[in-house]
Nanobody, 126 residues
Framework: QVQLVESGGGSVQAGGSLRLSCQVS????????MGWFRQTPGKAREGVAA???????SYADAVKGRFTISKDNTENTLYLQMNSLKVEDTAQYYC????????????????????WGQGTQVTVSS
């Protein structure tokens, strides 16, 4: 059973930093796209950053230069380092994984074979 568990969210002032973690367990596919998405009330979920098993990475324009996605294969953990946070970064952040290594709009193409975590809240205050 595949499980994705996010952690690291919280409250921070604008200009601050947070690092999100996503512990991945039970994922046995050789190929993947793993990424971070975010959602605010009343808005569609949007891709933030993603990476693939083929070496590709993608970032949403709004976070380029401020956020960095990485993956620790030893610990099976996906990270999102978020620096220079802005009020508009406030959202529920989700990690996701899909066997199809396709990047899409700053995130992954999550198909019906994909998996989602439960999310972690990030709140940035001015």
């Amino acid at each position: 059973q595949v499980q994705l568990v996010e952690s690291g969210g919280g409250s921070v002032q604008a200009g601050g930093s947070l690092r999100l973690s996503c512990q991945v367990s039970g994922y046995t596919e050789r190929t993947y796209c793993m990424g971070w998405f975010r959602q605010t009330p009343g808005k569609a979920r949007e891709g933030v950053a993603a990476l693939t098993s083929t070496g590709g990475t993608s970032y949403a324009d709004a976070v380029k230069g401020r956020f960095t996605i990485s993956k620790d294969n030893t610990e099976n953990t996906l990270y999102l380092q978020m620096n220079s946070l802005k009020v508009e970064d406030t959202a529920q952040y989700y990690c996701a994984a899909d066997p199809t290594p396709v990047l899409y709009r700053g995130g992954c193409m999550i198909t019906r074979r994909g998996y989602w975590g439960q999310g972690t809240q990030v709140t940035v205050s001015s």
